[in-house]
Protein backbone atom coordinates (compact mmCIF):
# COMPACT_ATOMS: atom_id res chain seq x y z
CA UNK A 1 0.00 0.00 0.00
CA UNK A 2 1.34 3.32 -1.42
CA UNK A 3 0.40 6.63 0.33
CA UNK A 4 1.89 10.24 -0.93
CA UNK A 5 4.04 12.17 1.91
CA UNK A 6 4.41 15.66 2.30
CA UNK A 7 6.78 15.41 4.94
CA UNK A 8 7.42 13.72 8.24
CA UNK A 9 9.78 14.92 11.45
CA UNK A 10 9.56 14.91 14.89
CA UNK A 11 8.46 17.83 17.16
CA UNK A 12 6.68 19.17 20.12
CA UNK A 13 2.70 18.83 20.12
CA UNK A 14 1.54 21.60 19.10
CA UNK A 15 -2.40 21.47 19.38
CA UNK A 16 -4.72 18.67 21.08
CA UNK A 17 -5.36 17.18 24.73
CA UNK A 18 -1.00 16.32 24.17
CA UNK A 19 -0.18 19.74 23.74
CA UNK A 20 3.73 19.80 24.85
CA UNK A 21 4.56 16.18 24.33
CA UNK A 22 7.10 14.80 21.64
CA UNK A 23 5.49 13.66 18.49
CA UNK A 24 6.46 12.11 15.40
CA UNK A 25 3.95 13.64 12.63
CA UNK A 26 3.47 11.71 9.25
CA UNK A 27 1.63 15.04 6.95
CA UNK A 28 0.38 13.44 4.06
CA UNK A 29 -0.40 15.30 0.89
CA UNK A 30 -3.72 15.90 -0.44
CA UNK A 31 -7.01 17.96 1.02
CA UNK A 32 -10.93 18.21 -0.40
CA UNK A 33 -10.89 21.43 0.91
CA UNK A 34 -9.62 25.14 1.00
CA UNK A 35 -10.34 26.68 4.08
CA UNK A 36 -9.62 30.44 4.36
CA UNK A 37 -7.05 30.30 7.17
CA UNK A 38 -5.80 27.55 5.89
CA UNK A 39 -1.78 27.17 6.80
CA UNK A 40 -0.68 24.28 4.96
CA UNK A 41 -1.70 25.28 1.14
CA UNK A 42 2.06 23.18 0.12
CA UNK A 43 0.27 19.90 1.39
CA UNK A 44 -2.20 20.45 -0.97
CA UNK A 45 0.05 18.94 -4.37
CA UNK A 46 4.16 18.23 -3.32
CA UNK A 47 4.76 15.13 -1.80
CA UNK A 48 6.49 11.64 -2.38
CA UNK A 49 5.23 8.34 -2.78
CA UNK A 50 6.29 6.10 0.02
CA UNK A 51 4.49 2.58 1.06
CA UNK A 52 3.76 1.82 4.35
CA UNK A 53 6.61 -0.23 5.40
CA UNK A 54 8.81 2.88 4.26
CA UNK A 55 6.75 5.21 6.41
CA UNK A 56 6.92 3.03 9.66
CA UNK A 57 10.73 2.55 9.29
CA UNK A 58 11.31 6.44 9.15
CA UNK A 59 9.27 6.42 11.92
CA UNK A 60 10.95 4.22 14.01
CA UNK A 61 14.19 6.25 13.70
CA UNK A 62 12.79 8.90 15.69
CA UNK A 63 12.21 6.49 19.13
CA UNK A 64 8.89 7.97 20.04
CA UNK A 65 5.87 6.36 20.67
CA UNK A 66 3.38 8.87 19.83
CA UNK A 67 2.24 9.28 16.38
CA UNK A 68 0.18 11.98 14.64
CA UNK A 69 -1.12 11.99 11.29
CA UNK A 70 -2.03 14.91 9.41
CA UNK A 71 -2.25 16.78 6.45
CA UNK A 72 -4.04 17.89 4.23
CA UNK A 73 -6.81 15.70 4.95
CA UNK A 74 -5.69 12.20 5.95
CA UNK A 75 -8.86 10.52 4.49
CA UNK A 76 -8.70 11.19 0.99
CA UNK A 77 -5.94 8.62 0.77
CA UNK A 78 -7.39 5.05 0.46
CA UNK A 79 -3.99 3.99 2.35
CA UNK A 80 -4.26 5.76 5.31
CA UNK A 81 -6.54 2.62 7.64
CA UNK A 82 -3.32 0.91 6.48
CA UNK A 83 -1.26 2.78 8.18
CA UNK A 84 -3.29 3.43 11.42
CA UNK A 85 -3.46 -0.28 11.44
CA UNK A 86 -0.12 -1.08 11.30
CA UNK A 87 0.98 1.51 13.70
CA UNK A 88 -1.13 0.45 16.21
CA UNK A 89 -0.10 -3.03 15.79
CA UNK A 90 3.48 -1.97 16.61
CA UNK A 91 2.32 -0.65 19.78
CA UNK A 92 2.19 3.57 19.16
CA UNK A 93 -0.42 5.70 20.42
CA UNK A 94 -2.03 7.18 17.08
CA UNK A 95 -4.02 10.52 16.43
CA UNK A 96 -5.36 11.76 13.17
CA UNK A 97 -6.21 15.03 12.50
CA UNK A 98 -9.33 15.33 10.10
CA UNK A 99 -11.17 17.87 8.68
CA UNK A 100 -14.51 16.61 9.49
CA UNK A 101 -15.77 16.12 5.69
CA UNK A 102 -15.17 12.41 5.41
CA UNK A 103 -16.41 9.51 7.73
CA UNK A 104 -13.78 9.17 10.24
CA UNK A 105 -14.94 5.64 11.24
CA UNK A 106 -12.94 4.66 7.92
CA UNK A 107 -9.83 4.45 10.49
CA UNK A 108 -9.43 2.15 13.80
CA UNK A 109 -11.43 3.46 16.53
CA UNK A 110 -8.47 3.06 18.99
CA UNK A 111 -6.99 6.00 16.71
CA UNK A 112 -7.87 9.39 18.83
CA UNK A 113 -9.44 11.14 15.55
CA UNK A 114 -8.66 15.09 16.48
CA UNK A 115 -11.81 15.96 14.52
CA UNK A 116 -12.24 19.70 12.88
CA UNK A 117 -16.48 21.15 13.09
CA UNK A 118 -15.65 23.78 10.39
CA UNK A 119 -16.88 26.95 11.44
CA UNK A 120 -18.98 29.68 8.87
CA UNK A 121 -15.92 32.14 8.48
CA UNK A 122 -13.97 28.72 6.91
CA UNK A 123 -16.21 28.83 4.05
CA UNK A 124 -16.41 24.93 4.40
CA UNK A 125 -19.24 25.01 6.56
CA UNK A 126 -21.43 22.57 4.33
CA UNK A 127 -18.38 20.36 4.21
CA UNK A 128 -19.27 19.03 7.87
CA UNK A 129 -20.27 15.39 7.71
CA UNK A 130 -23.34 15.36 10.48
CA UNK A 131 -22.72 11.76 10.57
CA UNK A 132 -19.65 12.13 12.02
CA UNK A 133 -21.07 13.41 15.48
CA UNK A 134 -22.62 10.08 16.24
CA UNK A 135 -18.86 8.18 14.98
CA UNK A 136 -16.95 9.97 18.32
CA UNK A 137 -15.47 7.92 20.58
CA UNK A 138 -14.54 9.09 24.42
CA UNK A 139 -11.19 8.82 22.27
CA UNK A 140 -11.62 11.32 20.25
CA UNK A 141 -11.20 15.04 20.35
CA UNK A 142 -12.91 17.88 18.50
CA UNK A 143 -11.90 21.24 17.42
CA UNK A 144 -13.41 24.31 16.54
CA UNK A 145 -11.34 26.89 14.63
CA UNK A 146 -12.95 30.17 15.34
CA UNK A 147 -12.01 33.76 13.49
CA UNK A 148 -14.54 35.60 14.71
CA UNK A 149 -17.63 36.29 17.39
CA UNK A 150 -20.34 34.16 14.35
CA UNK A 151 -17.66 31.61 14.45
CA UNK A 152 -17.47 31.22 18.33
CA UNK A 153 -21.68 31.62 18.70
CA UNK A 154 -21.62 28.49 16.19
CA UNK A 155 -19.36 26.41 18.23
CA UNK A 156 -21.14 27.21 20.93
CA UNK A 157 -24.43 25.80 19.58
CA UNK A 158 -22.58 23.18 18.22
CA UNK A 159 -21.63 21.71 21.69
CA UNK A 160 -24.92 20.65 22.77
CA UNK A 161 -24.43 18.11 20.07
CA UNK A 162 -20.87 16.89 20.77
CA UNK A 163 -21.11 13.30 23.22
CA UNK A 164 -20.30 14.22 26.80
CA UNK A 165 -17.77 12.20 26.98
CA UNK A 166 -15.56 14.72 25.11
CA UNK A 167 -16.60 17.69 27.43
CA UNK A 168 -14.82 20.08 28.55
CA UNK A 169 -11.26 18.16 28.46
CA UNK A 170 -11.33 16.73 24.55
CA UNK A 171 -13.43 20.03 22.99
CA UNK A 172 -10.88 22.38 21.59
CA UNK A 173 -11.49 26.35 20.86
CA UNK A 174 -8.62 27.56 18.55
CA UNK A 175 -8.19 31.26 17.34
CA UNK A 176 -7.16 31.54 13.59
CA UNK A 177 -3.79 33.02 13.96
CA UNK A 178 -3.44 36.35 13.14
CA UNK A 179 -6.93 37.03 13.02
CA UNK A 180 -8.24 36.26 16.06
CA UNK A 181 -6.17 37.19 19.42
CA UNK A 182 -6.02 34.11 22.70
CA UNK A 183 -7.39 36.64 24.77
CA UNK A 184 -10.05 37.48 23.23
CA UNK A 185 -11.05 33.87 22.32
CA UNK A 186 -10.80 33.32 26.17
CA UNK A 187 -13.11 36.03 27.37
CA UNK A 188 -16.04 35.24 25.34
CA UNK A 189 -15.59 31.55 26.32
CA UNK A 190 -15.28 32.63 30.27
CA UNK A 191 -18.41 35.34 29.89
CA UNK A 192 -20.33 32.23 28.12
CA UNK A 193 -19.29 29.83 30.78
CA UNK A 194 -17.71 27.34 27.64
CA UNK A 195 -17.72 23.59 29.01
CA UNK A 196 -14.35 23.50 26.40
CA UNK A 197 -10.11 24.06 26.57
CA UNK A 198 -8.92 26.57 25.17
CA UNK A 199 -6.44 25.94 22.22
CA UNK A 200 -2.89 27.84 21.84
CA UNK A 201 -0.92 26.63 18.80
CA UNK A 202 2.14 25.98 20.76
CA UNK A 203 4.32 25.17 17.68
CA UNK A 204 3.84 28.54 16.67
CA UNK A 205 4.51 29.88 19.92
CA UNK A 206 7.96 28.17 19.79
CA UNK A 207 8.87 28.43 16.62
CA UNK A 208 7.09 31.35 14.66
CA UNK A 209 8.75 31.91 11.75
CA UNK A 210 8.86 28.56 10.79
CA UNK A 211 5.96 26.85 9.22
CA UNK A 212 7.27 23.46 7.85
CA UNK A 213 8.90 20.57 10.39
CA UNK A 214 6.85 22.33 13.08
Known amino acids: MNLKVNEIFYS ?10 PCVFV ?18 DD ?27 PLVQQGTPVLVEDLLASDYQVLMETNG ?25 AMNDPGNLKRLTANDQVKFVIGDHDDFLFAEQMLSLLPASLLPDRVLFSAVSGLLSPDCLARWMLDDRI ?3 LQ ?10 RDRGV
Open 27 to 44: RLTGCNLRCSYCDTEYAY
Open 47 to 73: GTVMTVPQILEKIQNFDCSLVEITGGE
Open 101 to 125: SLNIDRVNRRCSRIMDIKCPSSGEQ
Open 200 to 209: VQLHKVIWPD
Open 12 to 21: IQGESVYAGL
Open 195 to 197: KAR
